[in-house]
């Protein structure tokens, strides 16, 4: 469903991603994870087509974010880190909107509203205006205009953040059944919550300095009683030297 | 294509929940009515003081359109530079603020869809100040007999003027974050453009160059006369042609670069 291929982001000399490449197929959930500043929020931004990569490719849905970029878009669903609202809409209004950007076919639209609406259990502020809701439900509202449209790919910028427990198992199990229902849906989801990695994904993908450095089953990684947190804190203690950085260093220094 | 009516229709739905856009119209509106309540008092005085003098041939030569209807129409071409600005600061910087150009830009639009919508939506809003505009020499009409044709013209060149400025409106929008900034940015860059004719006729009192005559046609104002004059010529339209299509694909480059950068 996802296929990173060598995806590189450069501004300049910074090096933000350097050749990430990874696989997520229908019925996944992926953690994305890695301390701030390792280039989740690029890797994402990159496979949905928010910015292209500097080098790489990736394929969405089997579409080339390149060459098939519409269709590619078409087949995403992203919540960003801030959800994506206009806080002077009502959230009726918003999904609508959405649906209709997101090239939903007219006599589709109603029905579509109605079940994102009704699986992020929305129903009491439909009429509400997006900038009176609480965080959390601003949230629900995100992730709502995120699945809509019924993208096969979901791509989620910690969508856990600032909520209360509560409303973090409810979102967590939302997740969970989108991507085992059919099993047609794959989840990218960062976070920096292992506990929430180990609620509701099956793979970890560790990202430290724009570098992929573990890829592995949760089970195989928590396998013989390790805990998520050391494989964390041993992954990213090193230092990982970008060959760009390396050469930018070696000029400095000439 | 077909996407651009609903960027254009949510874009102008959120300007009429805004204060901003009711704002503007009651100003503007105010505005005009002052001006238009100054020409028609200032109209009857010189009647009357020429009818005291007996100049005849003063009197044959005044009319509304030339005394009243074109005087009042530049006045309110000069307030658009203020009103338009405040209109358009929005339109991309307050996509970037809210985190939306994120929803936007990862959806199927294209940079295009996204561009044309907005202005699509600004435009939508000069004609409706044009509309509220025509509305005063139309009251005119009820009590004397200006020119049809003339009237139109000025009020052509009007809502020309709005659409090239809410062009450039857009432009400085889509280069910012900040709408006081998509603001100023505006307005200086209409200041620029309105006073351009006064700095050509300046540099012509020694002899016209063609830098001159540059300016002179970079300017708005020598535009918009001719046509507030009644004279509709293709050289004035597409110069407020020339200058809303540059204005777009300068924005649609400034939305497309937060892809390439």
């Known amino acids: ?254 | 294509m077909k996407r651009i009516p609903t960027v254009a229709a949510r874009e102008l739905s959120s300007l009429f929940v805004s204060p901003v856009a009711y704002v503007v119209l009651t100003l503007y509106a105010l505005l005009a009515g002052f001006f238009f309540l100054l020409g028609v008092v200032s109209f009857v005085e010189t009647l009357r003081q020429a009818q005291a003098f007996q100049a005849f041939d003063f009197l044959q030569q005044m009319n509304l359109n030339d005394t009243l209807i074109t005087p009042f129409f530049g006045s309110m071409s000069v307030v658009l530079i203020f009103v338009i600005p405040g209109i358009t600061m929005g339109l991309f910087s307050s996509e970037k603020a809210n985190g939306t150009d994120e929803l936007l830009l990862t959806s199927p639009l294209t940079v295009w869809d996204i561009v044309l919508g907005k202005y699509l939506a600004a435009a939508a809003f000069v004609l409706i100040l044009g509309a509220l505009l025509g509305f005063f020499p139309a009251m005119l009409f009820r009590y004397g007999d200006p020119e049809l044709a003339k009237t139109l013209a000025g009020l052509l060149g009007i809502v020309l003027t709005g659409l090239a400025y809410a062009a450039v409106g857009c432009f400085a929008s889509s280069v910012t974050r900040s709408q006081i900034i998509a603001f100023i940015l505006a307005f200086v860059i209409l200041l620029l453009l309105l006073i351009m004719g006064a700095v050509a006729e300046l540099g012509a009192m020694g002899n016209a160059g063609w830098l001159e005559g540059f300016l002179g046609y970079l300017s708005v104002g020598e535009h918009f006369e001719n046509l507030a004059a009644g004279l509709v010529d293709t050289a004035d339209l597409s110069y407020f042609f020339v200058v809303i299509a540059v204005s777009l694909l300068l924005s649609k480059a400034a939305v497309e670069s937060v892809r390439w950068r």
């Open chain 1, 1 to 254: 469903m996802i296929e990173a291929r060598g995806l590189s982001k450069r501004y300049g000399d910074f090096v933000a991603v350097e050749d990430v490449s990874f696989q997520v197929g229908g019925g996944e959930v992926v953690g994305f994870l890695g301390p701030n500043g390792a280039g989740k929020t690029t890797t994402m931004r990159m496979l949905t087509g928010f910015m292209p990569p500097t080098d790489g490719t990736a394929l969405i849905a089997h579409h080339d974010i390149f060459a098939e970029a519409q269709a590619a878009r078409r087949s995403v669903g992203y919540l960003p880190e801030t959800p994506p609202l206009y806080p002077e809409m009502d959230v009726d209004g918003y999904l609508r909107y959405v649906v209709t950007i997101q090239d939903v076919p007219r006599s589709q639209r109603r029905a579509a509203v109605d079940r994102a609406v009704e699986r992020c259990g929305l129903g009491e502020v439909r009429r509400r205006l997006i900038g009176a809701l609480s965080k959390g439900y601003r949230q629900r509202v995100g992730l709502a205009g995120a699945i809509v449209h019924g993208p096969p790919v979901l791509i989620l910028d910690e969508p856990t953040v600032g909520l209360d427990p509560i409303q973090i198992q409810e979102i967590r199990a939302l997740i969970k059944e989108l991507a085992t229902t059919g099993r047609d849906h794959a989840v990218i989801l960062s976070t920096h919550i292992l506990a929430e990695v180990e609620a509701i994904c099956g793979r970890v993908i560790l990202i430290h300095q724009g570098q992929k450095v573990e890829d592995a089953p949760l089970a195989e990684l928590t396998a013989g009683g390790r805990k998520l947190e050391e494989i964390f804190a041993h992954a990213t203690a090193r230092d990982v030297v970008a060959p760009g950085e390396a050469t930018a260093r070696a000029e400095g220094s000439a």
